[in-house]
């Protein structure tokens, strides 16, 4: 009996070990590929100056991120290889992780759930790579001790913020580290004329301040605002209009500059839930509907307003 449990426990095992071989042996192939993109991006890159939409290509990035951040890695001559990343979950799905597997950068990532960043933890990728994950809630009052906690300071290549909240006043708040290139979520659903955020709260949940999973982030606009007064420059969206990229004006070269109107992609995505918790597949205008009335916070004017159409 002992016996037959050992060979079935080492069966269990091998089975693992090919799975996991099977999964580094495609992330490999993957990453092989988006190198011959990437290359093709670079003798192109005329075109992709006037609208860096025309980099994407996906590896590990939620949506066309990949393509976009390693264009302007090589263009833009980023020559700190450090990056930081807030909002990532388990890691799976990231802005920086083909950074990290391609370029071997040193990187920094947060979670506020404890399991996602013991995942990573537990992964090949964490020996493999100089990779920091710490699980932490993150606010205005914390971040820069966060960062000087993890002895980062002055000068890092990339910051991503993707919070689902508070990404427009942690991003205002950060002065530890100065950043070359930025990468902020923004909510299509504020438009983009008005210079809005949801309201500082330092406890933000998305999904708890309201069902429809919908309230949360800032405008382009007010995102835009901000890099302005930080000395960066808007330089476009992705195509699935949930993150907008900022360059620092020192590090610029040719990449056209754009206005939030014109830069503005619509999300179409359809990640909007019902009061039971179930997606509900709305349309746009559908999905800005269901936020009508809710409060936000205008830049601009400095004041509280709502939601309207």
């Keep these: 009996m002992l016996k037959r449990l050992v060979n079935k426990f080492f069966q269990l095992l091998s089975r693992a070990q090919k799975k996991e071989n099977a999964l ?23 075109e992709i100056l006037k609208d860096i939409k025309k980099a994407e290509f996906k590896v590990f990035s939620q949506w066309g991120d990949d393509g976009i951040i390693h264009f302007l890695v090589d263009y833009l001559c980023l020559d700190v290889p450090i990056f930081v990343e807030f909002g990532v979950e388990n890691y799976t799905e990231s802005n920086t992780r083909f950074l990290l597997l391609n370029k071997n950068w040193e990187g920094h990532i947060f979670d506020g759930d404890p399991e996602n960043m013991q995942q990573v933890v537990n992964s090949d990728l964490y020996w493999r790579h100089n990779l920091t994950a710490t ?4 606010s205005k009052e914390n971040i820069n001790q966060l960062l000087k906690e993890r002895s980062l300071s002055g000068e890092i290549g990339i910051l991503s913020i993707d919070i689902d909240g508070n990404d427009y006043w942690v991003w205002k708040e950060i002065s530890q580290v100065n950043p ?47 890099a302005n007064d930080k000395g960066y420059s808007f330089v476009g ?17 040719q990449v056209e500059v754009k206005q939030p109107i014109e830069g503005f992609v619509m999300a179409q995505f359809r990640e909007s839930r019902n009061s039971k918790g179930d997606l509900s597949f709305l349309n746009y205008e559908e999905r800005r509907q269901h936020i009508f009335g809710m409060p936000v916070f205008n830049t601009t004017m400095n004041r509280i ?3 309207d159409s």
């Design 237 to 253: 969206c992705n195509s699935n209009g949930n993150n907008a990229y900022f360059v620092r004006n020192d590090r610029l070269k």
């Design 305 to 307: 307003e709502v939601v």
């Design 180 to 226: 070359q290139m930025v990468i902020v979520e923004y909510n299509s659903l504020f438009g983009c004329e008005k210079t809005w955020t949801v309201p500082y709260k330092a406890n933000f949940k998305r999904t708890e301040e309201h069902y429809s999973n919908l309230y949360y982030g800032a405008s382009l606009p007010a995102l835009c605002q901000l």
């Design 24 to 46: 580094n042996n495609s992330n490999e192939q993957l990453v092989i590929a988006a190198n011959t993109l990437h290359r093709l991006n670079l003798t192109s890159s005329l």
């Design 135 to 138: 699980s932490e809630w993150i």
